[in-house]
């Protein structure tokens, strides 16, 4: 006989983020695919087994496509011996991208399925499944949701148990982070854009170099160029020719 387990987990979406960017992060399937604390690595699958495909958990497929990814685990078996107590296990995960943001299925061995769904609702929300539970998610507006749900046999569920609450605890964390860091890379890349750190130049160095046009001054060598060589001769025409005229041997003033 099968038994069930449950897990629900919710953080708070900071006010300067918008859900959209959360809802992309997640349709970005590498995210999911690399947060997860027993992933070790994926491989694209070229097609989704027709029979996960008629699972009634997924939206209409003809309307929300299905991806599957080929994704490998390293789980532990015996602590403190080493890749020996380690046992690497290979199994399809499938992802389906909705409106909220995304669902999932893998099936691994023995018979274990997981399904967890990545929803972004508002704070309160009917059936958002968030108010008065003691999440932590604050007075926050939007708030990232995730829904797991395993599946095996019931001998095998106190250990499965462990190993999915340890694999999706944090995601949802890993997830708002993961959109942080991004939204930072792209404003610093902006302001290095803006304050000319690709090369142009800012206030400072174009005074300079209006003061090098002005004085006839050869430009600055940039690295990996070399200095323009500059005629002695053009130089010296440039200057005030004195007259060679005769000084006077007295000069009287009156």
Not at 4 to 16: E, F, G, R
Not at 56 to 62: F, I, K, L, Q, V
Not at 168 to 194: N, W
């Amino acid at each position: 006989m099968g038994s069930k387990h449950y897990l629900h987990v919710a953080h708070q979406i900071p006010p300067h983020m918008h859900p959209t960017e959360v809802i992309a992060t997640l349709h970005n399937h590498e995210t999911a695919l690399t947060l997860q604390a027993l992933t070790c690595g994926h491989t694209k699958a070229p097609s989704t087994s027709p029979s996960t495909l008629k699972d009634t958990y997924w939206y209409p497929p003809d309307q929300y496509p299905v991806s599957t990814y080929n994704v490998t685990e390293c789980i532990t078996w015996f602590p403190g011996i080493g890749e020996l107590g380690k046992k690497y296990i290979t199994f399809p995960s499938c992802f389906q991208d909705t409106r909220q943001g995304l669902k999932t299925r893998a099936d691994a061995a023995a018979g274990v399925t997981v399904r967890a769904e990545f929803r972004v609702v508002e704070n309160g929300e009917a059936g958002s499944e968030v108010e008065g539970e003691g999440m932590g998610v604050g007075d926050a507006r939007w708030v990232l949701v995730e829904d797991v749900e395993v599946t095996c046999a019931w001998y095998l569920m106190p250990f499965v148990k462990g190993k999915m609450e340890l694999a999706h605890r944090d995601v949802c964390r890993k997830i708002i982070d993961r959109v942080e860091h991004r939204k930072r890379s792209s404003m610093t890349a902006v302001q290095r854009q803006d304050s000319g750190a690709d090369g142009t130049e800012d206030l400072n160095t174009g005074f300079l170099q209006e003061t090098r046009e002005h004085y006839k001054k050869p430009q600055p060598v940039q690295f990996g160029q070399t200095h323009q060589a500059v005629e002695a001769d053009a130089v010296d025409t440039q200057r005030t020719a004195i007259p060679s005229a005769d000084l006077p041997d007295k000069i009287t003033y009156r």
